[in-house]
C-alpha cells in the first residue's frame, strides 16, 4: 500500500494537533462554511480575542484556514483541500487495517 506523500510527517503532524483542540475543530467548521473575521470568530467564544487569534494562528500554520487581509480586518477562510488531504491519509490507513481483518477472518474461518 502507498501512502500518500502529498503530505511531509510534519504537516500531517501540524494538521491532527490543529485538529486536537474542539475550538479549532469548532473554527475550521464554521470557516468553511463562510469566511468571517477573526472578531467575528472570537465574540462566539467565551475566551479573549488573543485567545482566539491564538487558535487561528495554530490553524494557518496547519493550513487549515488561510487568514487574508481585508481593511483593518483579518478575514479567515477555511482550506477545504487541507481538510480532503487529511482524509485522504485517514483512508489509506483505513484501508490498511481493513485489510489486516479481512486476512485475520480469512485465517480465522478456514478449517483446520
Do not use: C
Not at 22 to 41: M, Q
Not at 59 to 85: M, Q, Y
Request: proline share 3%.
Amino acid at each position: 500500500m502507498v501512502v500518500d506523500m502529498n503530505l511531509s510527517d510534519e504537516a500531517v503532524d501540524r494538521i491532527f494537533r490543529a485538529l486536537a483542540d474542539t475550538t479549532r475543530r469548532d473554527i475550521v467548521r464554521r470557516t468553511l462554511v463562510g469566511e468571517l473575521s477573526v472578531s467575528e470568530i472570537a465574540a462566539e467564544y467565551d475566551m479573549s480575542f488573543a485567545a482566539v487569534q491564538k487558535h487561528v494562528a495554530v490553524l494557518e500554520a496547519a493550513d487549515l484556514v488561510a487568514k487574508i487581509p481585508s481593511g483593518r480586518e483579518r478575514i479567515v477562510r477555511g482550506n477545504p483541500e487541507t481538510i480532503r488531504r487529511a482524509q485522504r491519509l485517514l483512508g489509506q490507513f483505513e484501508q490498511l487495517w481493513r485489510g489486516r481483518i479481512d486476512r485475520l477472518d480469512a485465517l480465522l474461518s478456514t478449517e483446520p
